[in-house]
């Protein structure tokens, strides 16, 4: 099944310039695996050597954090959309 995944501006070099992907893939975890394999560095950038993702990375399937439903293991469907955002931190 395939989703579309919104690729953030700092990663965009690695996808030839699209802010978006479509990318088959059941759930996070393999989503991950498949966009790594069309697009060599992306889960360099999204993992740690653990395999997890990274904490300030933030992953979204419809508006919803992977964080708060099951992480790499949570399932997508069809036409499911996924954001990757990047953690920003600043202030004074």
Request: proline share 4%; charged share 30%; net charge negative.
């Given at each position: 099944?395939s989703?579309?995944?919104?690729?953030?501006?700092p990663?965009?070099?690695?996808t030839?310039?699209?802010?978006?992907v479509?990318?088959?893939a059941?759930?996070?975890?393999?989503?991950i695996?498949?966009?790594?394999a069309?697009?060599?560095?992306?889960k360099?950038?999204?993992?740690?050597?653990?395999?997890?993702?990274?904490?300030?990375?933030?992953v979204?399937?419809?508006?919803?954090?992977?964080?708060?439903?099951?992480g790499?293991?949570?399932a997508l469907?069809?036409?499911?959309e996924?954001s990757?955002?990047?953690?920003?931190?600043?202030?004074?």
């Open positions: 099944m989703v579309t995944v919104r690729i953030p501006t990663l965009r070099k690695l030839a310039g699209a802010d978006e479509a990318v088959e059941t759930n996070i975890g393999e989503l695996e498949n966009i790594e069309a697009h060599p560095g992306l360099a950038r999204l993992c740690d050597d653990a395999g997890e993702i990274r904490r300030f990375v933030n979204y399937v419809n508006d919803e954090d992977v964080r708060f439903l099951q790499r293991a949570t469907k069809s036409g499911d996924v990757i955002v990047p953690a920003i931190a600043g202030g004074c």
